[in-house]
């Protein structure tokens, strides 16, 4: 779950980072944002929210404008379609009690999938990053953060609607940024901060009417655990785009790089804590499309993590931001009509509070960068 997007729980992919300018094949410069991903970790549209000094290695930038620009739709199109895939399957899965409490187990298989996925775009055959090693102790907070950044948003959307998971995500940005300015002093445009207010607000109705008990039973409501998770995994998410920001200074590593050590050693944590916490269900009466739903899973958070390596590389912030919100208003117009409700229900307003006040803050934020705004 685990999974950034505003989905960074689901899966593992790519949280953004800084603009970077790098020499392209033919030696011109190219601007590159650097990237990487919590599970939860975050969608590209944040990317302002995070540093911008520190040096980041992309591939060679294609020669041809054409070339890219087809190559740059086409992984958006693949990243798009992999956020929302592992959205409902990991919901699907989720949705199975002998499933639902095995949480911890469900995150290590996701972090090794990331591992893996770097291991492999590491080697020479690809090149994409160099890995570099640090010591265990010096990310041991970050590893811990990374892990709470996918179980409380998963164990959101395990007691959650598709809806009010998606929606309660947009409070990542306001958070972030409340985060930073109570850390860095930090301060966004007023126009900014204006937008984030009915963000918030419509969040906070889609929880009220979303949480409300119905009559119908082919309704599916969110319950109490699942607002409490989502609001929790809201502040672990937040608390790691925080930190990574800090400890891509610190440790002077790009974020294929944070990544390629911070996902094996969480995995490696959650081990110890698995047998106390995780209730496991007679894996031989699994289904075998509970089996296929986990590997497709998996299959989906590898090919976020590759997609958005390619997204921040070769697109601008105002594709990246349009990719996330695409992604964001797909999964909550598919999640509501799953959800059963009637298009008058009053949720609705909420929702669309919110996906337009988070649309705006980033309007804002894109002139605000385009004027030249720190």
Known sequence: MAAT?????????????????????????VKLKAGERSEAGDDVERAELLPEDHEEEKPAAPTSKDNSTRTAIIWMVVNTLATIGIVFTNKAIFSDPSLKLAQLTFAAFHFFITWLTLFTLSR???????????????????????ALNVILPNL?????????????????????ALM???LYRSTLPRGAVLALIPACVGVGMVSYYDSLPSADANIKTTSTLGVIFAFSGIFASSLYTVWIASYHKKLQMNSMQLLFNQAPLAAFMLLYVIP???????????PINRWVMIMMSGLFACVINMSQFFIIAQTGPVSSTVVGHVKTCTIVALGWMMSGRAVGDKSVLGVF?????????????LKHKAQGGK
């Open 5 to 29: 997007d505003r989905t960074p729980s689901v899966s593992s992919s790519i949280t953004e980072g800084p603009d970077e300018k790098k020499n392209s094949s033919d030696g011109s410069f």
């Open 353 to 365: 509070v919110a996906v337009g006040g988070i649309i705006t803050y980033s309007v804002v934020m």
């Open 180 to 182: 930073n300015f109570v």
């Open 124 to 146: 020479p055959r690809f090149g994409m990053f160099t890995p570099r090693r640090v010591a265990v102790k010096e990310i041991i907070p970050l590893a811990i953060t990374m």
């Open 276 to 286: 106390f916490v995780d209730t496991f269900p007679t894996w031989t009466e699994v």
């Open 156 to 176: 959101s959307l395990a007691f959650s609607t598709v809806t009010f998971y998606q929606v309660a995500r947009i409070l990542l940005t306001p958070t972030v």
